[in-house]
């Protein structure tokens, strides 16, 4: 009997499409623009779950350099009432998850963070781009992939529960929850293309 031959596995934030507006300066220095984000995903990371007396010492501890601006940032990111539920010490962090998606095959990603309620999931993925959407609608459709991602992956394993996804700008602070049907038309797309 011949051995299966495993399923290719691709990350959501693979999935094609445009992750940035245009204007946006990230766009000029990639390479600038993923380490500064990686070093957000770390200081949001660990940062809440921190006394804040000891927060600015601790993301200064983490990203082994003197970045007091960036930690600054994301203390003043953690410290916003309107975002306060999100560092709930219940919360998930950097939570793996596989599934299968029909038209694309198996993803596997992390979810930057995860709430569950008693009939509600909440996945939250942080972007640092410098330009925000203004609308939900204008989110560049591969961010919007790869939250559909997260969206279907969650249904499958919490099929009772009512699944809500967002993305926290960390560069303004603003939070923008995608429409279950904005992201089936993101995914479905691409499915079909």
Known sequence: M??????????????????ILKGDPAGDNKEDAMERGTQIHLLLEHLPMA????????????????????????????DKPELAWLWD????????ITAD????????????RLLIGSDTITAID???NRLVPTKPEDTPIGLAR??????????????????????????????????RQHLHEALNALATS
């Open 101 to 112: 998606i029909p038209g694309l095959g198996r993803v596997h990603g992390a979810i930057d």
């Open 146 to 179: 790869q939250l559909a991602a997260y969206d279907n992956a969650l249904q499958q394993i919490y099929p009772d529960h009512t699944i809500k996804t967002a993305i926290l700008w960390t560069h303004t602070g603003t939070l923008t929850v995608l429409s």
């Open 51 to 78: 006394e804040p007396a000891n927060r600015r010492d601790l993301g200064l501890q983490l990203l082994q350099n003197n970045d007091t601006v960036l930690v600054e940032e994301v203390m003043a990111l953690i």
């Open 126 to 128: 942080y972007k640092s």
């Open 2 to 19: 011949p051995i299966p031959t495993p399923a290719k596995t691709i990350s959501p934030s693979e999935l094609p499409g445009d992750k």
């Open 89 to 96: 010490a219940t919360a998930l962090t950097e939570v793996d």
